[in-house]
């Protein structure tokens, strides 16, 4: 699969899957030639390809090999799995320890598809985006294309911070993955403070626990390379009571390149 993104001047390449029996054949290589056919005819404006990988020590074997690509965007982890008696519990406790908490998450809005899109059109993008690009659901998207915000908001639960004039400060996008055996909910920030971290962290975690009360829940969130893992890694851990949770500095990698030999004539 392919997506075709940032007004058709992108690419966002989808992992390939073959069923064992079918192996060796030769028939990603054919799909391959189909896809590039369609690409050529349909979208003449296309630029770049982008991918995200979460194996760091193969990109970066892969990065030394091919100079043209370049690695854009890392998003560390901070993640735990629990259940839904022990996430309620916990945010009970949370909310007694901290009378402050409560007003903090009162601040953080969670905003229809329509507000989404305002709030994105009028942030600062050069603090909340510093690379151009976002990462929604291990989908990268170029902030500046306003076509992509439906693509992404409408399967995103989106919070926002705002400071004292309105101006946002901070967003997050929460996404939903369904599977039998868990309750699946990644979540990607975008601000520039710890403590902010953590309270989206937190309002993500009262939103899923409104979901479902039967599944287990494992639960992660993006950061930016810029913030204090550890701070947020020793709050879940200390201070939330996770103690099955992990972190894993180089999960989102953002990979950028230009148009391969198909698309050069483009």
Known sequence: MAYVIDGDTSITWQASRVHKD??????????????QSILKERYPKLKREHYTSANWPVISKVLSKRPKEKLVMKRPRVSFDTNPT????????????QEDLIDALKKIHVLSIEEGVVALKNCDWSKLFPTGFLIANWEPYMIQYASNYPLFLQDSTM????????????ISFGTIINSPAALRYRA????????????????????????????D??????????????????????????????????????????????????
């Open 217 to 266: 829940i494992s639960y992660a969130i993006l950061l930016p390379e810029t913030l204090d893992k550890q701070a947020i890694k020793d709050f879940v851990v200390t201070k939330m009571g996770f103690t099955n949770q992990r972190t894993d500095e180089n999960l989102a990698l953002l990979i950028s390149m230009p148009p391969r030999n198909f698309l050069s004539k483009m």
């Open 188 to 215: 990607d920030y975008y601000g520039n403070s710890e403590q902010d971290a953590i309270h989206h962290i937190m309002k993500h975690a009262v939103l899923i626990s409104q979901l479902d009360q039967k599944r």
């Open 159 to 170: 919070l926002a911070t705002r400071d004292k004039s309105g101006q946002v400060e901070s």
């Open 86 to 97: 022990d996430l309620n519990q916990i945010l009970k406790n949370q909310s007694k320890k």
């Open 22 to 35: 079918f192996q060796g054949l030769g028939l990603l290589k054919k799909l391959g030639h189909y896809l």
